[in-house]
């Protein structure tokens, strides 16, 4: 009776370990989790920030390069002005 008591204790304390143990694993997977989320949401803040700063460079050299036409299409006008 004795040996199948202590059995039964050491089964219960193993059940006991193995089922905290098993909240530990769950709570590090979560907060693994929620942190790689985190990070992931920061990532598309600065690729949607970068995206926006490009599409501006691009309109920015978009408005260069028609004032650089509307300039060349005036020096072009006041050379033929002159050539004639």
């Known amino acids: ?3 199948e008591k202590r059995a039964y204790l ?3 304390k193993a059940a006991d370990t193995l089922e905290r ?3 530990l694993v ?3 997977e979560w907060s693994a ?3 790689k989320a985190a990070k992931a949401k920061d990532n598309v803040k600065q690729k949607k ?3 926006a700063e490009s599409k501006e460079d691009v309109a920015t050299g978009q408005r260069e390069v028609e004032g650089m ?3 060349k299409a005036e020096l072009q ?3 033929d002005k002159v050539g004639r």
Do not use: G, H, P, W
């Open 1 to 3: 009776m004795r040996a």
């Open 10 to 12: 050491e089964y219960q």
């Open 21 to 23: 143990l098993t909240k």
């Open 26 to 28: 769950k709570a590090y």
């Open 33 to 35: 989790t929620v942190e």
């Open 49 to 51: 920030e970068a995206i």
């Open 69 to 71: 036409e509307r300039d």
């Open 77 to 79: 006008r006041k050379r």
